[in-house]
């Protein structure tokens, strides 16, 4: 019996694990040098002035909201066609998590949709790039600007990817952008994540909400009192949280980040080489690609054309050994939302439409060419078997 061909699947060499080894050898576990080392990496790749790495993608986009001031009462906008935790961290704010529609072609939030569902409690933006494929920047940091709006791009999935020239995470039409290093993403520090700033006052910000709120910077200090104190005084001048990472961690990101236009060009094979060989398939309509984008590649979806095969191709798919799966129940499907905000369906007709029809077929840099030919393979025959 073969194994599984999972849907995503980390990589990890030799380089990565002495790296490791080598902080597990010195003096810092933590909040030592290979932090800030990584954090400059990520500003040196993306173009970005600042960098505050974190626990983890979703701790990310929790100090981001905070950041941009999201309170309870606001409203931040998302898509519906996302993780939870994209929504998530708007309810840790106290804030309503707002759902606006999709573009059909790219999975990604519709500017025309984010403009119907503004009003005058809206307060940030946060646009996902759905599989890597950058959302329309421009429009949504235009309607930004109109209305006073912070825009955070929740770019879990996207690190490499290329909009109008600027690589994500240079936030050249964003207040803010996070990154995740979850073992399935791009890149990978176990757990981990990290907000992209240009801005000097969020980055502030973002570093007391990473350590409790806590700051050890003398020309910050609040009570002026304590301002001739000695060396030891710092003052918490906001509720924080523990969400630091590790250099342990941060190694491995650093070895990581080193391999990513590696990683980058072997999912752009793989996914060329599902666009060459699938398109002949009638049944399915494969990821589309806007002229203003070059994804990262993070996942590979197509949809079936009905519907009401999709379930039957999915386990077909799954029983032959496909790791494959579904990218994503609309967030204001699940229960606690349907429950919390008297969500239903109908909503986002488009990413209903869209999730009814999804399948993730599987898309990692160290797929084999004979796994990628599986897959095709595979697929082909499900399909073949339906005429
Ligand atoms: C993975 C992911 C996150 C959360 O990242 P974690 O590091 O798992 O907390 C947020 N948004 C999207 C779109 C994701 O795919």
Redesign the pocket.
């Known amino acids: 019996m073969n194994k599984m061909i999972s849907y995503g699947h980390q990589y990890i060499d030799r380089d990565d694990i002495d790296a490791v080894i080598k902080v597990l050898k010195s003096d810092y576990l933590t909040q030592g040098p290979s932090i800030p080392e990584f954090e400059d990496m990520l500003c040196r790749y993306t173009g970005a002035r600042y960098a505050v790495a974190v626990s983890?993608?979703?701790a990310a986009?929790h100090i981001s909201c905070l950041a941009a001031g999201l309170r309870s009462g606001d409203e931040a906008i998302t898509s519906p066609v996302?993780?939870t935790?994209?929504a998530n961290c708007v309810l840790y704010c106290g804030a309503i998590p707002i759902f606006a529609d999709i573009q059909s072609d790219t999975v990604n939030i519709d500017p025309e949709e984010i403009e119907k569902k503004i009003s005058r409690s809206t307060k940030v933006l946060i646009p996902?790039h759905f599989a890597g494929h950058p959302c329309d920047m421009k429009e949504i940091n235009k309607i930004a600007r109109k209305k006073k709006l912070l825009v955070i791009e929740?770019a879990?999935?996207a690190i490499g990817s290329v909009y109008r020239g600027s690589r994500i995470g240079s936030c050249k039409y964003s207040d803010m952008t996070i990154f995740?290093?979850?073992p399935v993403?791009t890149i990978t520090t176990g757990?981990g994540?990290a907000v992209l700033t240009n801005r000097r006052d969020l980055y502030e910000k973002l570093l007391m909400l990473r350590n409790h709120g806590i700051t050890k910077d003398k020309s910050h200090f609040l009570s002026r009192g304590f301002h001739s104190a000695g060396s030891w005084y710092y003052e918490m001048q906001c509720l924080g949280f523990n969400y630091r990472i590790t250099d342990i961690q941060c190694a491995l990101g650093i070895s990581q980040l080193k391999k990513l236009d590696k990683f980058l060009k072997r999912r752009r094979e793989v996914a060329s080489l599902y666009t060459k060989k699938l398109s002949t398939i009638d049944e399915i309509i494969l990821p589309a690609k806007r002229d203003y984008a070059a994804s990262a590649w993070h996942i590979y979806c197509i949809t079936v054309k009905k519907a009401s095969e999709r379930k039957r191709i999915f386990e077909e798919l799954q029983i032959s050994g496909i790791g494959v799966q579904v990218h994503y129940i609309p967030v204001y499907l699940h229960p606690y939302y349907r429950g919390k905000f008297k969500y239903d369906p109908g909503l986002c007709p488009m990413a209903e439409d869209y999730y009814s029809k999804a399948i993730t077929l599987p898309l990692y840099p160290s797929m084999t060419r004979k796994q990628v030919n599986k897959v095709i393979n595979v697929v082909k025959s499900v399909f073949r078997k339906t005429r």
């Open positions: 983890s993608g979703t986009l996302t993780f935790a994209s996902v929740d879990a999935h995740s290093f979850h993403k757990e994540g």
